[in-house]
């Protein structure tokens, strides 16, 4: 895959990561909406830094895949209510898909400063583990 189409695909990734949350955040209480607030920030943050590199700007509106499980998300919501433990695991489970997408395209060769990036970006995901761990008890 060409180097431009990994960045997309990043990109992507961490725009439907921040849906994510921002979406999840409403349905949590008020300090564990204030950390998914964050991470959503740090997302945007990535997604910034990630044009940059790229030296193009995508739509950030999130890729249907994303948008159809907000819709069934939202769907269980209105069924079950509101739900903290399905919301944690919910941004639990997208954070493992953008891992998964930063680990595929750390294996392509980059330029250093690229390489420089994307190894901090996939730490500071690495290491919200331990928070959203956190937030679920």
Known sequence: METTALLRRLIRACVDDE??????????????????????????????ELERLGQHQEPRDGSWIELSREAVRDLRVTMGGRNTTDAITACRHSRARTE???????????PDE?????????????????????LQL
Request: hydrophobic share 40%; glycine share 4%; aromatic share 6%.
């Open 19 to 48: 849906r994510t949350l921002r979406h999840e955040r409403t349905f949590v209480d008020a300090a564990r909406a204030e950390t998914l607030t964050r991470l959503a920030r740090e997302r945007g943050q990535f997604v910034s």
């Open 100 to 110: 998964a997408v930063y680990d595929e395209a750390l294996k392509a060769p980059w």
């Open 114 to 134: 690229i390489v420089r990036v994307l190894t901090a970006q996939r730490g500071c995901l690495r290491d919200e583990t331990g928070e959203l761990d956190q």
